[in-house]
């Protein structure tokens, strides 16, 4: 064979070969996938019952999550849902059977050591992990969210600027007031009566957008 016939052979394979501009676009990092979790009567475990802690058990329960806390000190707060039996708390330190039975479970103390174990002992087991600011460590973040009644808009960055979140979470309480708590519930008293009569569906969804792009009064909770 040629050197010239080499050259030509080389410059055929190279044309035939279409997995080369594949390296171009390398595939991006997964991207986080946006759902609200039932959690009504979900086993939940907290692992801290500081300040931190209490605020991730009072979300779980907003949820109505069946909610269990491991720490061997707490809030008074904490302590008091305790008393009250809104959770479970054993009092003393984290041991890996703490997550038998447990849907997901919150890390929420002052030990990177203790959150590390949690996570790994967790991922073994198939429980849902989030440490508390150690997003590497994090099968779900805590989105920034606006509360109104049965509204809620969560709001993520994917890491990338918790800030703006914050910034965002504040404009949208402005826009969306606590009167819309009420109106919330108002339209779905209105979609019952509608999914109550017998009535053409597509008429049925005219009705129910046209309510919906309504807006409710400022200062009426």
């Not at 073994?124 to 989105?143: I, Q, S, T």
């Amino acid at each position: 064979m040629t050197a010239r016939s080499r050259s030509r052979d080389a410059r055929s394979s190279g044309k035939g070969n279409r997995a080369a501009p594949a390296l171009r676009n390398p595939v991006k990092p997964a991207g986080l996938f946006p759902v609200f979790l039932k959690l009504a009567g979900m086993p939940c475990l907290v692992v801290g019952a500081g300040h931190v802690g209490q605020s991730k058990i009072e979300s779980l329960l907003l949820a109505r999550a069946a909610v269990r806390v491991v720490a061997p000190q707490a809030t008074a707060a904490v302590r008091t849902l305790a008393r009250k039996e809104r959770i479970q708390w054993a009092r003393r330190e984290f041991l890996p059977a703490d997550l038998g039975g447990i849907f997901l479970v919150v890390a929420a103390t002052s030990s990177s050591a203790l959150h590390d174990q949690i996570y790994r002992h967790a991922k073994r087991r198939g429980v849902l992990c989030n440490v508390v600011d150690d997003p590497e460590h994090c099968d779900f973040y805590y989105p920034a969210v606006v509360r109104r009644g049965p509204l809620q808009i969560a709001i993520s960055t994917d890491r990338h600027s918790p800030s703006l979140a914050q910034h965002i979470r504040q404009r949208l309480e402005i826009q969306f007031g606590p009167e819309y708590a009420a109106w919330v519930e108002r339209l779905g008293a209105a979609r019952r009566k509608l999914f109550s009569r017998t009535m053409d569906p597509e008429r049925r969804r005219r009705v129910l957008r046209r309510i919906a792009r309504l807006r409710p009064k400022k200062g009426t909770v």
